[in-house]
T-cell receptor, first 115, second 112 residues
């Protein structure tokens, strides 16, 4: 079963607008990561936030984590057409090294940025 | 260039015909995994390996085999493919000191 559930499933915005997507998960985590996938291609790591962090920035990306609500959000500011992709959150359990860096992925949010 | 490679990228086969999808990484990573991606189900881990000769089942291992004879290679074997194994497959690797996973470009498999 999926650990993370992204919301919304799909998002359509104009270039220059901000895109926000959310991820909820069910069990305790060690870290939460966000990945991007361009259509049918491999996933690319975007950002990792540790369970003891609340907010993290990387370029135009801002990630928040609320462990009390078991949720995270990914904000992409000033979106570009090249940001069109699917975005996945992925969590790993507290005892991660015993499971080979096992990640559990959500179903993803499809983002379309219109020029 | 640091990368994970998979071959083939596309494969159409028939039920029961054994196949192997190769995966290789050039980053000297200890951990390697295989995932399958299906619409609405996200990515699910099939098998993983923590090092040479150390492999274990993920969430959906039925119908698959793996081996890790060399650190850089982690092939996925379907001994008798069935149509429900039609999917997009990804290999991924990560170092023992990092949680970030590097993904291959994917193998789209169709079993008729």
């Amino acid at each position: 079963s999926q650990q993370g559930e992204e919301d919304p499933q799909a998002l359509s915005i104009q270039e220059g607008e901000n895109a926000t997507m959310n991820c909820s998960y069910k069990t305790s985590i060690n870290n939460l990561q966000w990945y991007r996938q361009n259509s049918g291609r491999g996933l690319v790591h975007l950002i990792l936030i540790r369970s003891n962090e609340r907010e993290k920035h990387s370029g135009r990306l801002r990630v928040t984590l609320d462990t009390s609500k078991k949720s995270s959000s990914l904000l992409i500011t000033a979106s570009r057409a090249a940001d069109t992709a699917s975005y996945f959150c992925a969590t790993d359990p507290p005892v991660i090294k015993a499971a080979g860096n096992k990640l559990t992925f959500g179903g993803g949010t499809r983002v379309l940025v219109k020029p | 260039e640091a990368q994970v490679t998979q071959n083939p990228r596309y494969l159409i086969t028939v039920t029961g015909k054994k196949l192997t999808v190769t995966c290789s990484q050039n980053m000297n990573h200890e951990y390697m995994s295989w995932y399958r991606q299906d619409p609405g189900l996200g990515l699910r881990q099939i098998y993983y390996s923590m090092n040479v000769e150390v492999t274990d089942k993920g969430d959906v291992p039925e119908g698959y085999k793996v081996s890790r004879k060399e650190k850089r290679n982690f092939p996925l074997i379907l001994e008798s493919p069935s149509p429900n194994q039609t999917s997009l497959y990804f290999c991924a690797s990560s170092g023992k000191d990092s949680y970030e996973q590097y993904f291959g470009p994917g193998t789209r498999l169709t079993v008729t």
